[in-house]
C-alpha cells in the first residue's frame, strides 16, 4: 500500500518582524579579576589624563572611565571627558594619543585644522598612531 504523502502546505508565513532593538548584553558580574583589571585601568588612565592636563593646560570639568564599547574616548560641550578603560591597555603613545585628542576638544569642539594643529603641538606622531588606532579598532570603535 503506498501512502501517498502530500507536502504540507501551509499559509505562507508573514516573516517575522525582526527584532530592531539590539539584544543588550548579557549583565554577568565581573570577575575579581576583572574588577581589579578596571580598577588599575582606571588609575592608569587618571593618571595619564591629569599628566596632559597639566602639560596642555587645559583643565576637564569631569573625567569618567567608562566600560564603553564603541568609544575609545569622547569629549562634551560641557567640558566632561569619557574613556573607554581598554585604552590603559594600549602602547602607551596610542593612548596618550587618545588622551591628548580628547582634551585638544575641550578648545576646538571639531577635527579642524585648527584642533589638529593642537594635538600635533603635544603629539607630533599622531598620524601614525591615528593609523594604528583604525586597523585595531573594532568596525564600531571610534575616536569621538
Ligand atoms: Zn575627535
Same mark, same amino acid.
Given at each position: 500500500m503506498w501512502k501517498l504523502i502530500l507536502g504540507s502546505v501551509t499559509k505562507p508565513r508573514r516573516a517575522k518582524r #525582526?527584532?530592531?532593538? &539590539? &539584544? #543588550? &548584553? =548579557?549583565q554577568r558580574p565581573l570577575s575579581l579579576v576583572e574588577q581589579e583589571q578596571r580598577y588599575q585601568? #582606571? /588609575?592608569?588612565?587618571?593618571?595619564? %589624563?591629569? @599628566?596632559?592636563?597639566?602639560v596642555m593646560e587645559i583643565t576637564p570639568k569631569r573625567v569618567a572611565v567608562r566600560n564603553q564599547r564603541s568609544r575609545w574616548g569622547s569629549a562634551s560641550s560641557l567640558g566632561n571627558l569619557n574613556f573607554n578603560w581598554r585604552i590603559? /591597555?594600549? !602602547? !602607551?603613545? +596610542? &593612548?596618550? *594619543? %587618545? +588622551?591628548? @585628542?580628547?582634551? =585638544?576638544?575641550?578648545?576646538?569642539?571639531?577635527?579642524? !585644522? =585648527?584642533?589638529?594643529?593642537?594635538?600635533? /603641538? *603635544?603629539c607630533p606622531g599622531y598620524k601614525a598612531h591615528r593609523k594604528w588606532l583604525r586597523e585595531h579598532s573594532r568596525s564600531e570603535q571610534r575616536l569621538g
Open positions: #525582526r527584532v530592531v532593538r &539590539r &539584544r #543588550r &548584553r =548579557a585601568a #582606571r /588609575g592608569v588612565i587618571l593618571e595619564h %589624563v591629569e @599628566h596632559w592636563s597639566a590603559a /591597555g594600549l !602602547p !602607551p603613545g +596610542i &593612548r596618550d *594619543y %587618545v +588622551i591628548i @585628542h580628547e582634551l =585638544a576638544h575641550l578648545r576646538q569642539m571639531n577635527h579642524s !585644522p =585648527a584642533f589638529w594643529a593642537i594635538v600635533a /603641538g *603635544y
